[in-house]
């Protein structure tokens, strides 16, 4: 629970518009931040913004600025102070010694929702590594001033205690959480090569948080997963069976959401969970299309794709959410489709565009089985998409054509 004293922390959220950042990203970026913010159980009480060239290095908003956060902070009564701007060590204890209060930024907030949200072992020991990660040079040298520490948005995860310990003691923690994240990632491996090599068509959802995916792959596997109407919503990768013109050859796997700016530390710490759709044979980008910044979205699914080296992959472009948008809105990127997940509209469009563009990148095959292999039938009927099956009379054996997917071996993939 992010609570203290039994209620909220009220929040005064602050951000900085630097000349590289567009009036509209500036306004979409501090809406998600407010967001965020309630995702992480906090109250968000106000803002602050400034406009400036650059970030002050010492106070961020610079000194007169910092005055006016200060008298909000004591007239409102407020208990954190969250920074759209990344905050270095140095700036972030000034900070805190000049408005008397608890002060994170943004990636810190990240960190605390991810830590909300994961329920796996793998999701959990990732979120504490990349928390240590990134408070580590945060906390060596500043002694007392941990006593701010003690609870609400920002601490969840590691906790005080393990903060307050010395470099040789976090490291050692840091250490040990390498060693288990790397034996767990060796089983899920094994695990992917497995599925890779079952035959199955195996497909990925990504998008921007909060843009309908759960959503999605509950429609399309008529399976109950959770879906809420909050950022970060689904952490750990959740992998489900698809079936399309009744044929069930197919998985389905929904990931973490990405968002504008993904701190580098949530990049290189869920590797291993973003992995699980790194060698699918179809990506399904996911878009909002009634959001108001959905270009802005898409192109930030885009270049992480490109970050992640997953621009290779097939994608299908899924705008989500077509009954809210705007009368006019137009689709920019192909292929797509356009459908509402929540009110099943262009499910079953969807569900033909995936096996279209399966088929399409899938290997023709025939295959020859004797009756007495009724188990093999089966298989071939379970891994692979059925084209036709003919009984040869004279020879009496069955003889079956269809398609399957490409065999890659992903172990020699970089």
Not at 77 to 94: A, E, G, K
Request: aromatic share 6%.
């Amino acid at each position: 629970m992010i609570e203290t004293e039994n209620h909220p922390e009220r929040v005064l959220i602050v951000g900085v518009q630097t000349e590289n950042i567009s009036d509209l990203k500036f306004e979409t970026i501090m809406k998600e931040m407010k967001a965020l913010t309630e995702t992480a159980n906090g109250q968000p009480v106000g803002e602050i913004t400034q406009k400036l060239r650059r970030i002050d290095q010492k106070s961020v908003v610079g000194s007169g600025k910092l005055m006016d956060v200060r008298d909000f902070v004591i007239n409102s009564d407020i208990d954190l102070v969250i920074f759209l701007n990344r905050l270095s060590p140095n700036t972030n204890m000034y900070l805190e010694e000049q408005l008397d209060v608890k002060v994170i930024d943004r990636v810190q907030l990240i960190l605390d929702i991810f830590a909300q949200r994961a329920r796996s072992q793998a999701g959990k020991l990732q979120v504490e590594l990349a928390q240590y990660q990134y408070l580590l040079p945060r906390v060596i040298g500043q002694g007392t001033s941990l006593s701010r520490l003690a609870g609400g948005i920002g601490t969840r995860g590691p906790g005080e205690t393990k903060l307050e310990q010395d470099r040789r003691v976090i490291r050692g923690r840091i250490h040990t959480i390498e060693k288990d994240l790397q034996q767990l990632e060796e089983h899920r491996e094994r695990t992917r090569i497995r599925r890779q090599s079952g035959r199955e068509f195996n497909i990925g959802l990504a998008g921007y948080t909060n843009a309908g995916k759960s959503t999605l792959l509950r429609e399309l596997t008529e399976s109950e997963t959770y879906v809420q109407d909050q950022l970060f919503a689904t952490l750990d990768p959740l992998t489900r069976k698809l079936e399309i013109n009744g044929h069930d050859a197919f998985t389905i796997t929904d990931t973490v959401g990405f968002i504008d700016e993904l701190p580098t530390e949530l990049i290189h710490a869920f590797n291993s969970t973003l992995e699980e759709i790194r060698f699918v044979d179809l990506l399904i980008h996911v878009v909002d299309a009634s959001h108001p910044a959905s270009n802005m979205h898409e192109d930030t699914v885009v270049e992480l794709l490109k970050d992640l080296d997953m621009d290779h992959i097939p994608v299908l472009t899924v705008y989500n959410k077509i009954d809210k948008a705007d009368p006019g809105f137009e689709p920019t990127l192909q292929p797509n489709v356009t459908i509402s997940a929540l009110d099943k509209k262009g499910i079953e469009t969807l569900k033909q565009a995936i096996w279209d563009i399966c088929i399409s990148n899938a290997e023709e095959f025939q295959v020859e089985i004797q009756p007495e292999e009724a188990e093999l039938l089966a298989l071939y009927r379970q891994k692979t998409l059925i084209k036709d099956i003919e009984f040869n009379e004279e020879y009496q054996y069955y003889i079956l054509s269809g398609y399957r997917r490409r065999l890659t071996d992903i172990r020699n993939e970089e």
